[in-house]
């Protein structure tokens, strides 16, 4: 199920065994077969119920009941906020889909190689990743049932996993010539908030981590999700197909683990100037001098010139440099974001 289709509350989670819920009886049909309201009918949802909606609540119903349990007994214990869970479960999704995303662009990388070496043409490429898709998806299917099948363990189960990483090069692509990269099907927007995490998000993760909830246990149960989702986005790229992973409605670009180098659209001066800084200044005058054949060139006023140097603008739409010790610290933060939990 992607993102799209869940609801955007929590109704959905409330018959799940391991969120209380508390229904009081309504009074007696009346004669005429109609149920009569009061004002004391309510729906009590555990603190986990009322903070699991979008992302999270589709994480959370992919999870065992034994998983659900833990994390209700987390908030409940006072460990973690609801909150805390809503975050680190939506943090996990995008991770899913984000090397889902880059799995299924090195494989495709390697599956095309030799077709791009021979001069494919767009629609043999389109061809290509269509099929690269459907086999995909059908790996995943085959490792989702050997895990339920109990066979984790297994060297089928292994090489599998190893397939679907995608992480072995093929050769034949140290022999392309620069500029033959397949980018418009394997674009990651590092503004795209179905992607991107936040530190908020990341922080909730830390926290789910330091308790005793296995979150490799966790991924494992999201990926066929994160592979639904990311195989819709690149659908969505590479063949315009409506979108069916909804953005993330809390996503903040100024909280973003990772931001891009330019951001937004820029504004009228910035988008004129930028073009007329290319523009060959017009002449308007030809001046003889002295010397025969030789002219002293007059141009006509640039109505630009009081606009800031291209290099001015430019430096301004950079990041400011991060200092060594804001450096250090990014790396810890994403080293331990990012790890392999098992």
């Known amino acids: 199920m992607g993102v799209a289709s869940v609801p955007g509350s929590v109704v959905g989670a409330v018959n799940r065994p391991s969120l209380s819920t508390t229904t009081t009886t309504a009074p007696k049909a009346a004669a005429t077969g109609v149920a009569a309201s009061s004002p004391q009918d309510q729906v009590s949802l555990s603190p986990l119920a009322k903070s699991l909606h979008d992302e999270s609540l589709t994480v959370f119903n992919a999870l065992s009941d034994d998983q659900r349990g833990q994390l209700s007994a987390l908030v409940d214990s006072g460990q973690l906020s609801g909150e805390d869970v809503h975050n680190a479960l939506k943090q996990r999704l995008k991770e899913a889909r984000r090397n889902a995303f880059a799995s299924m662009g090195r494989m495709f ?12 043409t767009s629609g043999q490429i389109d061809g290509a990743l269509r099929t690269m898709l459907e086999r995909r998806s059908g790996m995943v299917n085959s490792l989702t049932e050997m895990e339920r099948n109990g066979e984790r363990g297994s060297q089928a189960y292994k090489d599998l996993s190893t397939q679907l990483q995608a992480r072995d090069m093929n050769p034949v692509l140290n022999r392309l010539a620069p500029g033959s990269g397949i980018t418009r099907h394997f674009t990651m927007d590092f503004e795209d908030s179905r992607l991107m995490s936040t530190h908020k998000e990341g922080d909730a993760v830390y926290k789910l981590k330091a308790t005793s909830f296995n979150l490799g246990d966790l991924d494992r149960a999201i990926r066929p999700i994160g592979e639904r989702d990311a195989t819709a986005l690149v659908n969505e790229q590479s063949f315009g197909a409506e979108s069916r992973v909804s953005k993330d409605r809390a996503f903040s670009l100024d909280d973003a683990i990772i931001k891009p180098i330019f951001s937004g659209q820029p504004d009228q001066t910035t988008s004129s100037f930028i073009r007329d800084a290319f523009r060959p200044p017009e002449i308007e005058e030809l001046i003889p001098t002295n010397t025969p054949g030789i002219y002293e060139i007059k141009f006509k006023p ?3 010139q009081d606009k800031p140097s ?29 790890a392999k939990y098992t």
Do not use: W
């Not at 990388?109 to 494919?120: F, P, Q, V």
């Open 109 to 120: 990388s390697n599956d095309t190689a030799e077709i791009r070496l021979k001069g494919a």
């Open 302 to 304: 640039n109505p630009d």
């Open 310 to 338: 291209l290099r001015e603008l430019l430096s301004k739409s950079m990041p400011t440099p991060s200092t060594p010790a804001q450096l250090e610290e990014r790396r810890n933060y994403l080293t331990g974001l990012f």
